[in-house]
């Protein structure tokens, strides 16, 4: 058993994140792992949505988050966020990005920063296939309906009463109709 | 209540292999505790002195039921037996109950050189030299068989692990058996004591060039050895952002369990001072 590490600060991420982290197949080896995911990162937080495979997505997102995380807790004059900043945004003006625009926004968000959404793969698809990575309060469009139940709006309610009419008039006639036929035999 | 003591006997002598020294973590002065809720919070200073009230940050042991009960026990002991602040590289000493010795007690003293576990497995490790022979025992805190610890000298050293003791020279890690607590000049700072060690030639039990030791003097090895040493390196690893978060427990995580612990542990520091200042007026 290990003790946490001390040194340290963290914020609590909010997105679930797996015991082990994937290995990504690259020349370098596992110094090419992260040099890949900082392009990810890089490329996310500049056009705010993506879209390539899930699993370089997942790993991604766990990245950002804690950039975020960093930047938010600490701000822009701690000497450490400002290091890892740097090195994971290859383009400098995204770390002004980072701190002066997407750290005011999720300032007081109580959910994650992230949102991952499955996208398309080719039939039979016996792999992952390729997934959506979006900075939350983006400016496009949404990915997914907002799926919400309305049932107290009145057209809704309307059309509910109007159904309920509907198929007790039907019984109604149904038996109607099966009451004649045994008065007829 | 299941029995969540370990079964195993606290004196254990080591012959281990070490870990990579963790970078030294700085003890901070007390701010205010936190306004506004009503909830308490630890001052942040808890969880250096109290490391072992943390779980284990690995995700797939952690059991919230089963850190809570074991943080009930945890504080139950400390009511018994008081288990003092210390940092690795304080000198210590421990009285565990041996059913063997003729005093029925055996008393050691060492310098902590490591610390770890989570809970009530938490340990630290003492070492000393008795006659000429170099000493380890590795005691874990919350066992039943520890009748008391004290700390004879509160001090952190550079490094958060001090197993290059081992290869440095004797009088590092000599401590005499008898020595008196020393009075502390300031009880609201920890001393960090930069001392750099003096190690005796190769061969060594680890490669310390490649561990980038604060409390180590100049190693003067040939270049090769820090060429290798370069070669064998990660260097990405410091900006591994998800490698930190699986080591650590989360800030709010932590504030959630010292605020549940600390009002305790202070009922009982001030229970012990009421305890030592009648003890004093009585023989007065």
């Known amino acids: ?32 792992r992260l040099e890949k995911l900082r392009a990810t990162v890089t490329a996310l937080v500049k056009y705010e949505r993506i879209e390539l495979n899930h699993p370089r997505a997942e790993e991604a997102q766990g990245y950002a988050e804690r950039l975020i995380s960093d930047a938010i807790r600490n701000g822009d004059c701690h000497k450490h966020t400002m290091e890892m900043a740097d090195y994971w945004l290859n383009e400098k003006q995204l770390v002004h990005k980072l701190f002066k625009v997407l750290a005011p926004r999720y300032q007081n968000y109580n959910s994650s920063f992230t949102r991952l959404v499955l996208g398309p793969k080719t039939y039979p698809g016996y792999y992952v296939g390729t997934a959506i990575l979006e900075l939350k309060g983006n400016p496009f469009p949404a990915l997914q309906p907002e799926t919400h139940n309305y049932h107290y709006w009145l057209h809704n309610v309307l059309l509910e009463e109007a159904k309920k009419e509907f198929r007790s008039a039907r019984q109604d006639r149904n038996a109607g109709t099966t009451e004649s036929v045994t008065a007829e035999s | 209540m299941r029995q969540l003591f370990a079964n195993r006997t606290s004196s254990i002598l080591l012959q281990e292999k070490c870990d990579e020294a963790d970078e030294k973590s700085v003890s901070k002065q007390k701010p205010g505790d936190e306004s506004g809720n009503t909830v308490v919070v630890a001052p942040p200073e808890f969880r250096f002195m109290y490391p072992e009230f ?72 003492l070492r000393n030299v008795v006659d000429k022979q170099g000493v380890e025992i590795l005691y874990e805190m919350y066992c039943p068989l520890i009748q008391k610890i004290e700390v004879l000298r509160l001090e952190r050293r550079l490094d958060e692990s001090l197993l290059y003791l081992r290869d440095a020279l004797p009088e590092y890690s000599t401590f005499p058996l008898d020595m008196e607590p020393e009075r502390r000049l300031n009880n609201s700072v920890v001393p960090i004591n930069p001392l750099k060690v003096k190690l005796r030639p190769r061969p060594w039990l680890e490669r310390w060039e490649r ?48 605020s549940d612990v600390h009002s305790q542990l202070q009922q009982q520091e001030f229970k012990r001072k009421m305890r030592r200042r009648r003890g004093t007026d009585n023989e007065q």
């Open chain 2, 54 to 125: 943390l779980p284990d940050p690995a995700m797939e042991r952690r059991n919230r039921l089963k850190e809570k009960l074991e943080r009930i026990d945890m504080l139950q002991r400390r009511s018994v037996v008081e288990i003092p602040e210390f940092y690795t590289g304080s000198v210590m000493a421990v009285t565990v109950a041996d059913a063997n010795s003729p005093n029925k007690f055996a008393r050691f003293v060492g310098i902590c050189i490591q610390r770890g576990g989570s809970g009530l497995r938490a340990w630290f490790i």
């Open chain 2, 211 to 258: 561990q980038n030791l604060q409390g180590v003097e100049d190693l003067n090895l040939p270049q090769r050895f820090y060429d290798k040493a370069e070669k064998v390196a990660k260097p990405w690893e410091k900006y591994d952002l998800m490698l930190q978060y699986r080591k650590t427990i989360p800030a709010e995580e932590q504030e959630k369990i010292f």
């Open chain 1, 1 to 32: 058993m290990n003790q946490a590490d001390l040194s340290k600060l963290v914020s609590a991420l909010r997105i679930a994140v797996k015991p082990k982290p994937r290995r990504f197949s690259c020349p370098e080896g596992p110094a090419g």
